[in-house]
């Protein structure tokens, strides 16, 4: 039999704002972060703006400045790990250099990211082949780092959470582009559903800066970057596009078996019902057109279980939303007969890795507060109920799910925690 699994902490890490509160509270005001600008200077970029990556420092955390040497992605991933375990309820103990949960050591650690930090590994490349490059943000010439294999590693911020917090179960990534962070959170619930953990910590997390904007001019060839002139990317509008680039951010979860979590009373946010994924088999960076293995999903996802919203993947890309909107009334039927739908892409931009686990802890707050924000495009599809305003009802069910270039397609069927 499997094991009831609940999310009981939820550590948002985004340009948006920091923590469950600030977070929560701005995104259904329908606040949205500030955009920056590419600078003229770097290459002729068809996508005009991107979304900053969250100003990070450790030390409003508590968190011991010899960490400030990590990358980012490994920061963002340690900062969001003690929002999320405090969240949860956890007494946090410290050393010198590290924290420990107290009682506790065997948890798992299971963090999604798309890509690694480039930037290091790009400065010291142009240092070891003695090219003069003078950093953008500094103003200094870059040199070749000593620490460059550590900091490029793609499993770092899984590690580095396993170090800090003295967490001593498994500790490993996943990467599957952009439903990385729905593929690890997917992989926890099947941890602890199946008998092997407790708890897992788990999300996912993504850093795309450098100060060249190589990563961004790769996306941007590609002819994925909106081209709105307000840098508006409008996902599921006659508008759209293509997605808004941020430059990283993420989130990370405590799941918890239910009768671990009630031993020591902790807050639920909501109970993990199913996870399923898949692949298209088609295309490095298309979906497949038809959209079978999509409408595949949602059929072993949901089991014909009636859902009271659906937060979408969303991307804004002309041929995506296509597809998945496509998906989306062949399963559900007219706008009348589906969930309430929105894509948090619309507010946050997108964060690649981080996305999935953004989205997932957002379909939770949703559940637990009964409150879905709003999906604010003009000129939006036909045919779709997308949550035009700020929306206030009781949610029984709902899923989140989550495509990635290379055809990874995963998703998560949440329900209201009833003990």
Known sequence: MKRRVLITGLGPVTSLGMGKTEFWNRLVNGDKPQLSIVPQNTYCAKSQFYVPFPTLNLADYRIPSYYDFLQPEDKLAIIGAKLALEDAGFALTTTNKTFGVAGEAGFATLIGTGFTGFETAFHSYLAHLGIDYFSRASGKKVSFNRMVIPLSMNNSPAAWI???????????????????????????????????QEVVITGGVENLQDDSFIIHRGFDVLGALTKSPTGDPQPFSKNRSGFLFAEGGGCILVLEEMQHAQNRNAPVYAEIMNYCSNSDAHNIVHMQPEGRQILSLFQNLLKGMKIDYLNAHGTATITNDEIEAAVIQDYFGVAAKQPIINSSKAVLGHTIGGSGAIEA???????????????????????????????????????????GFGGHNAGLLMVKYHA
Do not use: M
């Open 361 to 403: 802890a957002i379909t939770a707050l949703s559940l637990k507060s009964g409150v879905i924000h709003p999906h604010l495009v003009e000129n939006p599809l036909d045919n779709l109920n997308l949550a035009g305003e700020t929306i206030e009802k009781p949610l029984g069910a709902a899923a989140s799910v989550s495509y």
């Open 162 to 196: 396993s170090i800090l917090y003295g967490l001593r179960g498994e500790s490993f990534v996943s990467s599957a582009s952009c439903a990385s962070g729905t593929y690890s959170i997917g992989q926890a619930y099947r941890l602890i559903a199946d008998g092997y």
